[in-house]
């Protein structure tokens, strides 16, 4: 309801639209708004999606469809956080980035912070896009207390009155910026049941679902809800194995998919289907681990779809009666944690009620963690470190199989020659420790991973 408001405030006969939004309040509410305009993860967030994208004080751009026009976001850096020489250089990228020109510009805005000195600088950055750019502007108020700010109520007014008060529509990304959120994760194969079962969850058709081989959702979307009046975020993610996207193309978007969940998910779900399931499926925390780390594993469910297909019969007996040792593997690792549903049964809730119980006792088992930002980076230094030092390793091989051909009549000079090597081989291993930044406390860990 957010977007279609503020887009269609900007203009609502347009089919092609360009907006550049200009913020001052923070880092965070201007994100959510190009995020909640386009209706996906273009901007990354804060938390998680910071430590792996970083922050960026710098215009960035991205685009999407809105009800079927075609939009493009500008999303500027924080003005108060550059020198004036910087932030003319990026008010200028911005306006590259918005050619022939933008259709409206969104000036996001928190009243209690906001002054006559910060109203000045806004004009002086407006006038970047010409006279008539206050014609086109809008200010996004925030937070409560407009009619507390003169200088707030006079830059509505220079805007010709237009303005629209973001937090009186309930937004669900500030609504889930609070710790009773639960933020889900859903992964798992094309044709899986990934999109329905987050119908689901949320008791709405909120993604596209249907039976395919090629995935029906290729870009992480992200949606939220109430689950017994408590709010949850859930985000669903392109499908693994899928015939259009490469497996590595999968692994970066859902990596994107989790810059979503800010500042971090509470639970990887790992949605499969009743019935026979293929290697790569069962494979899918190995996947998650190898992307995320092995401290992922406390933090994933194994969710079954179609649950309508096991008649009577209960899903603990089917993954006892089951002859995959593979499937049960993955159900250990998952911490014994599993659920099933049926999704076509649209009016039972308590299917969803069940899976929230079994999350909130996973969470408290983790100590109401959720995956962090911590996690991630000691998982992306672990493998940079295993490839840094594989191909050391290769270099190291063919060395010395290169000694034992040249010295191979003489042992004794062969066997100095190897303890000269061993020592080369030994500070290389830890010059690139050195150059990496890393300590012997990660450099174990890696090891036994």
């Known amino acids: 309801q957010v977007e279609k408001n503020v887009v269609g405030k900007i203009h609502s006969r347009l089919h092609h639209v360009v ?47 809105v ?109 889930c910026s609070s710790t009773e959120c639960i933020r889900v994760v859903l992964i798992g194969k094309t044709g899986n049941g990934k999109s329905a079962s987050a119908n689901t969850i949320l008791g709405r058709e909120e993604f596209k679902s249907e039976s395919s081989t090629d995935s029906v959702t290729t870009v992480c979307k992200k949606a939220v809800g109430k689950v017994d009046g408590r709010p949850v975020s859930v985000v669903d993610t392109p499908g693994l194995f899928d015939t259009t996207l490469s497996n590595k193309d999968v692994q970066q978007e859902i990596v994107k998919c989790v810059s979503l969940s800010a500042p971090g998910p509470h639970v990887f779900i790992i949605v499969l289907s009743i019935g026979r399931m293929t290697q790569e499926e069962l494979d899918t925390l190995d996947l998650i681990e190898t992307t995320f780390g092995p401290r992922a594993g406390m933090f994933c469910l194994v969710l079954f779809s179609r649950g309508d297909d096991l008649g009577t019969m209960l899903i603990q007996d089917y993954i006892v009666k089951s002859k995959s040792d593979k499937l049960k593997k993955l159900i250990r690792d998952c911490g014994w944690r599993f659920h099933v549903f049926n999704n076509k049964d649209k009016n039972n809730r308590t299917q969803v009620t069940e899976l929230i119980k079994k999350i909130n006792e996973m969470v408290s088992m983790n100590k109401g963690s959720f995956y962090t930002n911590e996690m991630f980076q000691e998982a992306e230094t672990c493998e940079q470190y295993k490839e840094e030092k594989e191909i050391l390793m290769q270099k190291h091989k063919k060395e010395t199989d290169e000694l034992t051909g040249q010295y191979g009549h003489n042992e004794k000079e062969l066997t100095d020659k190897m303890k000269e090597l061993e020592i080369k081989h030994k500070e290389e291993i830890e010059n ?15 090891t036994m991973q």
């Open 19 to 65: 907006t550049s939004i200009l913020k001052w309040d923070g880092y965070g509410s201007v994100r959510i708004l190009g995020n909640m305009i386009l209706q996906q993860g273009a901007f990354p967030g804060i938390g998680l999606s910071a430590g792996l994208f970083g922050k960026k004080q710098q215009c960035e751009s991205a685009s999407g469809k």
């Open 67 to 175: 009800n079927g026009k075609s939009v493009t976001v500008v999303k500027s850096p924080d003005f108060f956080a550059l020198s004036v020489e910087s932030l003319m250089q990026e008010m200028e990228k911005c306006m590259s980035l918005s050619a022939p020109g933008p259709h409206g510009i969104l000036l996001v805005l928190k009243p209690e912070e906001f002054t006559e000195e910060n109203r000045n600088t806004f004009k002086l950055i407006l006038s970047i896009f010409g006279k008539e750019a206050f014609k086109h502007s809008m200010v996004i108020i925030t937070h409560e207390g407009v009619t507390g700010n003169p200088h707030l109520r006079q830059m509505i007014k220079d805007c010709g009155g237009r303005h629209h008060e973001m937090y009186k529509q309930g937004s669900a990304e500030m609504e």
């Open 432 to 446: 690139m420790t050195t150059v990496m930044g890393i300590g012997k406390q990660v450099v174990n860990k890696c």
